[in-house]
Each structure stands twice: as C-alpha cells, then as structure tokens.
C-alpha cells in the first residue's frame, strides 16, 4: 500500500525542513501511517507540498537515520515497524510511571522574583571594582590551557593565594593540597557530608541555622538532629549530646547564622574536646566571618584543631559577589582526594578562568582592599539601619548586630508570617521570615534582612516602608480572635 499526501498541510512555523519534519513524524508517532505502507515518492511529496526535492529528501534521509522510516532501493521508502508503546499517548505512559525519588526529599525551590529590597545574602554588588576583576579576567581570557581540564583540587595558583590569606586571617591550618576549590559554598558542604557520613547515619546541626545545609544533608539522606543555636554564643554547648552516634556536627562558629552569635573561645576548646572524645567530625562553615565590627575575625576552629578533626568551608559570595560561584574546603591531605573525587562525579571541574581572575586579585592585593573597603561600608550600613529600627520599632527585638551582611527583626508575638510574606513580596521586599531557619525548638517570629546591598537613602527608604507593613502585622495579630 502506497500512502497519499493529499491531506497534509505545513504550519507555516520554522524553516519548510523542519516544517516537513515535524509534519512527517507526527503521521508516524501517532500511527496514521501503519508500519510497512510506502510512503509518496519525494517528487511526489514535492510537488503535493509545494517544496523542493532537496528539501524532501534530507527530511526523509533524517527519518531513515532516526529509525522512523526504512529506504527500499528501487521502492523508495517505508514506515518502519515500531514497538506498540511507541504510539501511546504521553499521559497514558506517564501514568504507569513510579514517583519521582526527588519527591521524598521534601526541598523546598526558590519563589516569587529572583531579586528585591532588602534581600539576605546579597553583597553590595554596585560596590564592586568590576574594572579591574575585568582586566583579571582579560589577561587570561586567551590562555589555551584555561580552556581544557582543571587539576581535581582546582587551579594552583588560586590554592595557593588561599593558603596565605587562611593563614593570616583565619588561622587555617593548610597548604596547597589540602585545599578543594568548589563551585560555592553550598557545594563544599555537600562533599563535606559525603565525606563524613554514609546514607542513613546521624549528623548534627544548628538551629537557627542554614537551610541550604538541610536540603543538602537530606539530599544526603542523612539523619539529622539540631543542636540550640539561638543564644548570644551561638550553639549551647550543654547541649552536646554524650555517647552521641552523631558522626558529625555542622556549626558556624565565627558568626552564626542567622542569629549572628560568636561563639568565645572557652566553648571553642570544648567544642573540639567534646568532638575529639566522642570521635565526631566537625563541619566549620565560616559564614561571614570576614564582616565582624567589633573586633578582627576570631580564630577558625580548624586552627585551634590544628588542622585535624575539621573540615573548614567558605566561600566568596559575600566578601565578592554571589555570581562568581567559587568556593573551597579544606580538608586532612588524607581525605582531600576523596573530595576531589566527590566533585568530580558531582559537577566536573569547576570553571578555570574565573579561577585564574581570582587568584591575581588575591595575591595583588585587591581582595584585601576590597575588604577593607567593605567592612566600613558594611558596618556604617548595620549602624544606619540598627538605629533606625529601633525607632520604627522599639518593641521587636534585634539579632545579628556586630557581624555579618543582615539583621535579624524579631517580632514580640506571634503574627502570620505567610500573610506577611505575601504583603511584603507585593512591595517588592525579599527578605525571608525568621522560622525558615528553625528546625526545632519554641516558635520564633520575625524576619531575616539583607542590609549590604543598599546605599543608606535607599536603606532609610526600604527600612521605613518595611517597618509600617510589620506595625500592621502586629496591630492584626493583637486583636482578639
């Protein structure tokens, strides 16, 4: 049986190939032509469908390749015999299918606009000497070795500028190879719960704490249990668990987030007791900890440790910007390999010449000045807004006060947060409610506040605007049921 063309039509959509493409397999995917029926001639479907044989037979060659179709010589073509399934409908098929796995994580995605005022975690990106981290980038950008395979561990030159700056503002214990170059922080402490944990074991976190690091030890499908954090040192060390079959602890011990507490040195060395007693890994991810006000960045725990027992993570989204995506951990020499091999299987190489950028910035002395520039902008920006809610709203309460890139505004009651959220998101404010980062414990209400990324007109402007929809709030929750 020879099939007619009488009946087709092109849409009129895209180039006529692939007008005729879409056209031909749609006929054969929904078996309006059955397997073994010849198709017209090309000079035929040609001249029915006003193109040029050309045209016609690249389709029809592109259809042999695929396996829709089979040539004859001498005949011409035929429609290939397909499996029946081949030609349910989508939903029929879909609906024999099992839940995706993902679905058991429960992680929550990102909502509403990507960017708004008042957002945590955003540096003050107009701020930046985009100038010369174009002229870093400029002086490598034609460099062919940037553009094959990294070393596992990253590029060199950018693991050793680290290694100096660790050494003196961190007190990290480190050299060249104990160094991993991630893809951000976020990743980082995902290798870090690879490393330290198998699938169904114990690991222990803050709260208040990172919810990014929950959905990372979920994804891990860890068990997690959370330690108090909410204190002005951060985590409660009394709240150590003894005979723990935790076999890590995740903390923020130079600046705790969000609630912003630093933990002193006494809980430090208790900390590393504890853990060294109890043989438990220690996660230190070193938020923020280059923008503290009152003093010069307290010592790493991986420094005190001496470099053993700790895997030190961090990242430059906020001492540059969050774009750049460039992280690292540090780690024994004895498991940096493994690391390495987890961000192989993971992502790959992380991207070479951002890498390259940044390791000149470093070593000729922009990062630090940057630095510097910033924790006075920052700090003005913290004081600004701190005195200014105070006034807005002198019965909520303030946290993270002498470190960081945000406030936290803790409210005197309970108010509906989501109703709030969705008010604030109307007024194009992205800041986040403070029981997203409460895993456990008494309820907290209040909000978690980006104050960088703002001059202090617009600060004042935000802030202002932000502190009348949280008087309406709580005027709401206060009136009687």
């Known amino acids: 049986m020879r099939l007619v063309t009488d009946g087709l039509q092109l849409s009129g959509t895209g180039s006529l190939r692939q007008q005729l493409y879409l056209l031909l397999q749609q006929q054969l995917l929904t078996a309006v032509w059955p397997s073994g029926a010849l198709l017209p001639s090309s000079r035929m479907l040609a001249s029915d469908l006003n193109l040029s044989r050309n045209t016609v037979n690249q389709v029809l060659q592109q259809l042999v390749a695929e396996g829709y179709i089979e040539g004859l010589p001498g005949k011409g073509y035929r429609v290939a015999a397909l499996p029946e399934q081949h030609f349910q409908p989508a939903a029929a098929s879909a609906s024999r299918l099992p839940e995706l796995a993902t679905q058991q994580y429960g992680l929550a995605n990102k909502t509403g606009a990507v960017n708004g005022l008042l957002q945590p975690g955003v540096s003050a990106l107009q701020q930046f000497p985009y100038a010369i981290w174009q002229r870093m980038l400029q002086r490598h950008c034609q460099r062919a070795a940037l553009g094959g395979f990294a070393d596992p561990q990253g590029y060199l030159p950018l693991r050793q500028a680290l290694v100096q700056y660790l050494r003196q503002a961190r007190q990290v214990v480190c050299d060249e190879q104990s160094i991993l170059i991630t893809a951000g922080a976020q990743q980082a402490l995902f290798i870090a719960a690879k490393l330290v944990a198998r699938c169904g074991e114990q690991v222990l976190m803050e709260s208040p704490g990172y919810p990014r690091l929950k959905q990372a030890l979920q994804l891990c499908e860890l068990q997690v249990q959370h330690l108090d954090a909410g204190g002005a040192d951060g985590l409660d060390i009394s709240a150590l668990p003894d005979n723990t079959a935790a076999k890590a602890l995740f903390l923020t011990p130079g ?33 923020d900890s280059e923008f503290q006000y009152r003093h010069r960045p307290v010592a790493s725990l991986q420094g005190l440790a001496g470099g053993e027992g700790v895997l030190f993570a961090g990242s430059f989204s906020k001492t540059l910007f969050p774009a750049l995506r460039l992280g690292y951990l540090v780690a024994p020499r004895r498991v940096i390999a493994q690391a390495a091999a987890i961000l192989q299987a993971l992502h790959g190489d992380v991207a070479l010449l951002p890498q390259a950028a940044l390791a000149d910035f470093i070593t000729e002395g922009h990062f630090g000045r940057h630095l510097r520039k910033m924790r006075r902008h920052y700090q003005q920006n913290k004081q600004f807004a701190v005195k200014l809610l105070q006034e807005e709203l002198p019965q909520c309460r303030l946290h993270a006060l002498d470190a960081g890139l945000h406030l936290v505004l803790e409210f005197s ?69």
């Not at 969000?258 to 938020?287: F, K, N, S, T």
Request: net charge negative.
């Open 255 to 287: 600046h705790q987030y969000p609630l912003g507490g630093i933990m002193p040195l006494p809980q430090r060395m208790a900390v590393l007791d504890w853990a060294r007693q109890q043989g438990v890994w220690l996660v230190e991810d070193d938020y």
């Open 413 to 481: 009651h309970a108010v509906d947060e989501v109703a709030l959220q969705q008010l604030l998101a109307q007024q194009q404010f992205k800041v986040q409610p403070l029981s997203r980062y409460l895993f456990a414990g008494e309820p907290r209400y209040g909000l978690v506040l980006g104050i960088a990324n703002s001059s202090q007109p617009e600060l004042a402007a935000a802030l202002q605007q932000l502190a009348v929809l949280c008087r309406q709030a709580l005027a709401q929750a206060a009136l009687p049921a």
